[in-house]
């Protein structure tokens, strides 16, 4: 259920605003041996946030290209593309559809489903709006960062092996960051 409580956001604006593809990025971190953390970036096909005169009704929408993938190590990448992981041949997006936006304090909640390797399942990612400024060129942007954890496992990335010493090689939970700017279109 949303909340449809009017809030006032200094600088909001209603209207369709674009992901700024050079400005965003969305990455993921999760457990390596038990030990210690991979992290991860995806490059950014698309995203849309559609601002109504109630922010608690917009709507957000995103994919991100599986292939681009990149972690540092290029034999770990090839391995996350491939059907042991994401599957990027037949699966070349990881997509997202929010279903609604609560507010918290200060801060939001925006709830939606996402889709990996064809499953698709309900998430919820904290947001920490950062706000709004005009740039050098006169587009006017929004900013934050978008937090959640998955279970990989839900979304059919079950793949691991068993360490010599106990545990497996890779942790279930991975932490997704959208670290997004958007721009206002005209």
Request: net charge negative; hydrophobic share 40%.
């Amino acid at each position: 259920m949303t909340d449809t409580t009017l809030l006032e956001i200094p600088g909001y604006k209603a209207g369709t605003w674009v992901l700024d593809p050079s400005h965003s990025e969305v990455t993921f971190t999760v457990r390596h041996m038990m030990i210690s953390k991979v992290r991860g970036v995806f490059g950014v096909k698309s995203a849309t946030i559609v601002a109504p005169e109630n922010p608690l009704e917009a709507s957000a929408t995103g994919s991100v290209d599986v292939a681009s993938v990149d972690t540092k190590d290029e034999g770990r990448d090839a391995h996350l593309r491939s059907a042991d992981f994401f599957d990027a041949e037949n699966f070349p997006t990881l997509d997202f559809v929010s279903t609604g936006v609560r507010a918290k304090g200060g801060d939001f909640l925006v709830d939606g489903d996402l889709t990996i390797r064809g499953i698709t399942n309900p998430v919820t990612f904290e947001v920490e709006f950062g706000g709004f400024g005009t740039d050098p060129w006169g587009n006017y942007k929004a900013g934050g960062t978008a937090k959640t954890v998955i279970n990989r496992e839900d979304f059919g990335l079950v793949w691991n092996a068993a360490l010599e010493t106990g545990g497996v090689l890779v942790g279930k939970d991975v932490t997704i960051t959208l670290d997004v700017q958007a721009a206002l279109q005209a």
